[in-house]
Protein backbone atom coordinates (compact mmCIF):
# COMPACT_ATOMS: atom_id res chain seq x y z
CA UNK A 1 0.00 0.00 0.00
CA UNK A 2 0.94 3.51 -0.15
CA UNK A 3 -0.13 6.44 1.61
CA UNK A 4 0.02 8.97 -1.59
CA UNK A 5 -3.15 10.67 -2.22
CA UNK A 6 -4.81 13.86 -2.88
CA UNK A 7 -4.62 15.56 -0.10
CA UNK A 8 -5.67 19.33 1.31
CA UNK A 9 -2.66 20.56 3.31
CA UNK A 10 -4.54 22.51 5.53
CA UNK A 11 -6.75 20.55 7.13
CA UNK A 12 -8.76 22.59 9.98
CA UNK A 13 -12.23 21.97 11.32
CA UNK A 14 -13.43 25.41 10.34
CA UNK A 15 -13.17 23.68 6.23
CA UNK A 16 -15.90 21.05 7.04
CA UNK A 17 -19.38 21.52 6.43
CA UNK A 18 -22.37 18.87 5.97
CA UNK A 19 -24.86 18.77 2.97
CA UNK A 20 -27.73 16.02 3.30
CA UNK A 21 -25.90 14.35 6.56
CA UNK A 22 -22.62 13.73 4.95
CA UNK A 23 -19.42 15.57 5.32
CA UNK A 24 -17.55 17.54 2.60
CA UNK A 25 -14.14 19.79 2.68
CA UNK A 26 -13.63 23.12 1.49
CA UNK A 27 -11.01 25.43 0.92
CA UNK A 28 -8.95 22.99 -1.47
CA UNK A 29 -6.59 25.91 -2.68
CA UNK A 30 -3.71 24.58 -1.45
CA UNK A 31 -4.71 20.75 -2.49
CA UNK A 32 -1.56 18.70 -3.66
CA UNK A 33 -0.79 15.15 -4.39
CA UNK A 34 1.50 13.76 -1.10
CA UNK A 35 1.07 11.46 1.77
CA UNK A 36 -1.92 11.26 3.28
CA UNK A 37 -0.57 11.94 7.05
CA UNK A 38 -0.03 15.48 5.97
CA UNK A 39 -3.47 15.93 6.66
CA UNK A 40 -3.81 14.45 9.74
CA UNK A 41 -2.64 16.33 12.53
CA UNK A 42 -4.78 19.26 11.63
CA UNK A 43 -7.81 17.67 12.31
CA UNK A 44 -7.16 14.14 14.23
CA UNK A 45 -6.20 13.08 17.89
CA UNK A 46 -3.69 10.24 18.26
CA UNK A 47 -6.83 8.48 19.10
CA UNK A 48 -8.71 9.56 16.14
CA UNK A 49 -5.96 9.21 13.80
CA UNK A 50 -5.79 5.71 15.03
CA UNK A 51 -9.31 5.36 14.08
CA UNK A 52 -8.55 6.43 10.95
CA UNK A 53 -6.44 3.58 10.36
CA UNK A 54 -8.18 0.92 11.23
CA UNK A 55 -11.12 2.52 8.79
CA UNK A 56 -8.05 2.19 6.45
CA UNK A 57 -7.67 -1.62 7.35
CA UNK A 58 -10.92 -2.09 6.54
CA UNK A 59 -10.25 -0.67 2.96
CA UNK A 60 -7.32 -2.92 2.39
CA UNK A 61 -4.82 -0.48 3.48
CA UNK A 62 -3.82 -2.47 6.91
CA UNK A 63 -0.36 -0.23 8.22
CA UNK A 64 0.75 -1.54 11.65
CA UNK A 65 -0.36 0.59 14.25
CA UNK A 66 3.12 1.58 15.70
CA UNK A 67 4.25 2.38 11.93
CA UNK A 68 1.33 4.55 11.37
CA UNK A 69 1.61 6.73 14.13
CA UNK A 70 5.27 6.82 13.81
CA UNK A 71 4.61 8.62 10.66
CA UNK A 72 1.50 10.36 12.37
CA UNK A 73 3.69 11.67 14.99
CA UNK A 74 6.80 12.94 12.29
CA UNK A 75 4.70 15.05 10.19
CA UNK A 76 2.95 16.60 13.39
CA UNK A 77 6.01 18.61 14.19
CA UNK A 78 6.76 19.22 10.76
CA UNK A 79 2.91 20.83 10.69
CA UNK A 80 3.41 22.63 14.25
CA UNK A 81 6.43 24.35 12.28
CA UNK A 82 4.62 24.96 9.39
CA UNK A 83 2.13 27.29 11.12
CA UNK A 84 4.96 29.07 13.48
CA UNK A 85 5.34 31.87 11.41
CA UNK A 86 1.57 32.10 11.56
CA UNK A 87 1.72 32.20 14.83
CA UNK A 88 4.84 34.33 15.40
CA UNK A 89 3.26 36.55 13.28
CA UNK A 90 0.10 37.13 14.60
CA UNK A 91 1.47 37.52 18.28
CA UNK A 92 3.92 40.23 17.01
CA UNK A 93 1.42 42.58 15.79
CA UNK A 94 -1.34 41.71 18.64
CA UNK A 95 0.88 42.26 21.51
CA UNK A 96 0.80 45.81 22.81
CA UNK A 97 4.10 47.61 22.34
CA UNK A 98 5.50 48.77 25.32
CA UNK A 99 5.79 53.07 26.13
CA UNK A 100 9.30 53.44 25.03
CA UNK A 101 8.93 51.34 21.72
CA UNK A 102 5.52 53.48 20.19
Known amino acids: GTSL ?7 IPGDTRSIDGRPILIDWD ?3 YGSFYVDLPNYF ?3 TALCY ?3 LAELGLDILPAV ?3 HFHEVRRY ?3 RYLEVGLQA ?3 SSPRKKHEQ
Open 5 to 11: TLINTDL
Open 30 to 32: QAA
Open 53 to 55: RDA
Open 79 to 81: MGL
Open 68 to 70: FMD
Open 91 to 93: WRY
Open 45 to 47: SVE
